[in-house]
Nanobody, 118 residues
Framework: QVQLVESGGGNVQAGGSLRLSCLAS????????TGWYRQAPGKQRELVAA???????SYTDSVKGRFTISRDNAKNTVYLEMNSLKPEDTAVYYC????????????WGQGTQVTVSS
């Protein structure tokens, strides 16, 4: 089992920055990838960024050049650095982890709210 706890959300003005953190505990050695999803009101949940065990990263087009995903293995923490935030980035952001036996994200955090005002 893996437990995920997000932190770092909040309110920020457009153009500002936030850093989200996802702390993993439990069988973290069985995680093959960690992703950040977001869900805005009335919209489907979307994968924003992901990082796999080898350190390769991927981003959805709308955040490329503005968001950076990284990890600190010693702290079992994955970060999402968000710069040049826009009102359309407003959403609940979720951390998710993929187990070594699965081909989808298996574990989810509780989510953290990010609100960007214009």
């Amino acid at each position: 089992q893996v437990q995920l706890v997000e932190s770092g959300g909040g309110n920020v003005q457009a153009g500002g920055s936030l850093r989200l953190s996802c702390l993993a505990s439990g069988s973290t050695n069985l995680i093959t990838a960690t992703g950040w999803y977001r869900q805005a009101p009335g919209k489907q949940r979307e994968l924003v960024a992901a990082i796999n065990r080898s350190g390769s990263t991927s981003y959805t087009d709308s955040v490329k050049g503005r968001f950076t995903i990284s990890r600190d293995n010693a702290k079992n923490t994955v970060y999402l650095e968000m710069n040049s935030l826009k009102p359309e980035d407003t959403a609940v952001y979720y951390c998710a982890a993929r187990h070594v036996t699965a081909n989808r994200y298996t574990y989810w955090g509780q989510g953290t709210q990010v609100t960007v005002s214009s």
